[in-house]
């Protein structure tokens, strides 16, 4: 997921650019087909907090990017989603929403190694955030591993027409007896730092005054731009190397309860915006 920013140390960050996404990830694509105001999108951001200087530029970003495209409202400028921009967000939405998105896809662990040449060093970029939001980490001098069966295929379809022939290599690979795993998921994931990923988005969302001061269609893109974050920081590993009481499964409880909370009110604060 190249558009996908990498999650930050605290995911709780929120840089306008994963607000951005959230929006138009949960109101915009596949729901709405018109060309957004910017009036509309500075308006939705300023009430978390996210000065309009801040939202032009984010929104201007994404437009050189490929994400989203410009159009003439009048006096006014709109943004839309590009196909790209849909595609991005579509693959999002499957994990987002999805019934179990804390469990490894399948069994056995997926290994990736690459090489990029210097020059192509954008393309890289977007290799690796794709690889990260998949679950990969390294493991060790540009081995990258996964746990599950990642399809590769999808994670890196906006990727691979860019990419030289034969620049990635993939593997897929099971436990050795005598070489357990415990030790290769401690090298390459930091445990505790995804634990504490966790909890953070617990503490937040489990207050009742989380985001009552907000529009609702504020809230609940401040809700999907915090899950985002907790995605990209937990890569799904199983559940033996996690340690007891893992908050995984309190996490999404909580995230469903909020989002079911927030969503006719959202919907229908969203349509007086756009009216």
Known sequence: ?????????????????????????????????????????????????????????????????????????????????????????????????????????GEGWTLVTFSVPEQLRDLRHRLRAALTWSGFAVLRDGLWIAPGAVDLAAALGAIIPDLPPGSVNAFSATELDGFPMAEAVRVAWDVEGIRAAHEEFIAHWEREDAASHLPPVTARTLLVADWLALLRADPRLPRQYMGDDWPADRSFELFTNRQRAFAFPAVRDFAGLVT
């Not at 989603?81 to 987002?96: F, I, K, M, W």
């Open 1 to 105: 997921m190249s558009a996908i920013p990498a999650a930050d140390a605290s995911i709780l960050t929120r840089k306008p650019r994963q607000l951005l996404l959230a929006f138009f990830g949960e109101f915009v694509c596949d729901r709405y087909f018109d060309p957004l105001r910017a009036s509309v999108l500075i308006g939705v951001l300023e009430s978390a907090g996210v000065a309009a200087s801040a939202v032009r530029t984010n929104l201007d970003r994404m437009v050189d990017s490929g994400v989203l495209e410009r159009r003439r409202l009048g006096r006014e400028i709109g943004f839309e989603l590009t196909a790209h921009g849909s595609e991005v967000l579509r693959e999002a939405s499957g994990r987002v929403k999805g019934p179990a998105p804390f469990e490894p896809q």
